[in-house]
């Protein structure tokens, strides 16, 4: 549906290491990197692009899709400790689906961000 994603952050550097840790069970990593901009997805595809600005623009969501519940479970727990705040503990969420498993985080910079696997 789309065919990539841009996030206003206040500091690109720690946004990056963010981002880094949480995609990289997902099989996702750095693709691109400028002074004022960095592009994240698969290898030669950056689907999320960060931006450095003055104005962050807090309370976006965006759900990562994951291949398994063991890429959830990595993703919440490396997102903590690079600075990530708990938003929702990996585990299944019935009330979105029977087989909806994720783990949701808040970034640097105040967005909610989520990985999800549906069996």
Same mark, same amino acid.
């Given at each position: 549906m789309y065919d990539h994603l841009g996030l206003k952050v206040r500091d690109l550097d720690a946004s990056l290491r963010f981002y880094? *840790?949480?995609? @990289?069970?997902? /099989?996702?990593?750095v693709c691109s990197r400028g002074d004022a901009d960095a592009g994240l997805g698969p290898a030669g595809a950056p689907a999320l692009w960060l931006y450095r600005s003055g104005a962050a623009g807090a309370g976006t969501? !965006? @759900?990562?899709?994951?291949?398994?519940?063991? &890429? !959830?479970?990595?993703?919440?727990?490396? /997102?903590? &400790? *690079?600075? /990530?705040?708990?938003?929702? @503990?990996?585990g299944l969420r019935a009330d979105y689906g029977p087989t909806y498993y994720a783990a949701f985080l808040i970034d640097p910079d105040g967005n909610n961000v989520e990985a999800v696997w549906m069996g």
């Open positions: 880094e *840790a949480v995609l @990289a069970p997902l /099989g996702h990593g969501h !965006v @759900a990562f899709r994951a291949p398994d519940r063991t &890429a !959830v479970d990595r993703f919440h727990a490396q /997102g903590l &400790a *690079a600075g /990530g705040r708990d938003n929702g @503990a990996p």
